[in-house]
Nanobody
Framework: QVQLVESGGGLVQAGGSLRLSCAAS????????MGWYRQAPGKQRELVAT???????MSADSVKGRFTISRDNANQTVYLQMNSLKPEDTGVYYC???????????????WGQGIQVTVSS
C-alpha cells in the first residue's frame, strides 16, 4: 500500500516561508517522479512543482524563484520550500507520486491527503 503523508503546512503571514514535507512509503521512491499540486477554494487543482527520479525539476510560472522542490531518496521524502509567500498561494497542497510499488507492478499515480497552507495579508 502506497502512503504519502504531508506535513509542514499552516498559517503564515505574507512574505513568510514554509517548508512542506511528504514522506512516502510502499513505493519505489528513488525511481518515482514526485510532485506538489495545490487547490485553492473554488479552483481546480494545479501543478506547483515536480522533480524526476534523476533530480530534474520544473515549477509553475507563478512560483518560480520563490518555491523549490527537492528530494531525499535515503529518507523517501520530497520537500517544497516556499519563500516570499503571497495570499494567492493559499490552498490545500497535495503530494503526488508517479511510480511503481514493485518492479513487477505497473506505473501508477498516487496522492497524499493534502495539507492546508494559509497565507494572510
Amino acid at each position: 500500500q502506497v502512503q504519502l503523508v504531508e506535513s509542514g503546512g499552516g498559517l503564515v503571514q505574507a512574505g513568510g516561508s514554509l517548508r512542506l514535507s511528504c514522506a512516502a512509503s510502499g513505493i519505489m521512491f528513488s525511481r518515482s517522479a514526485m510532485g506538489w499540486y495545490r487547490q485553492a477554494p473554488g479552483k481546480q487543482r494545479e501543478l506547483v512543482a515536480t522533480i524526476t527520479s534523476d533530480g530534474s525539476t520544473m515549477s509553475a510560472d507563478s512560483v518560480k524563484g520563490r518555491f523549490t522542490i527537492s528530494r531525499d531518496n535515503a529518507n523517501q521524502t520530497v520537500y517544497l520550500q516556499m519563500n516570499s509567500l503571497k495570499p494567492e498561494d493559499t490552498g490545500v497542497y497535495y503530494c503526488n507520486a508517479d511510480g511503481r510499488r514493485a518492479s513487477w507492478t505497473r506505473r501508477s499515480e498516487y496522492w497524499g491527503q493534502g495539507i492546508q497552507v494559509t497565507v494572510s495579508s
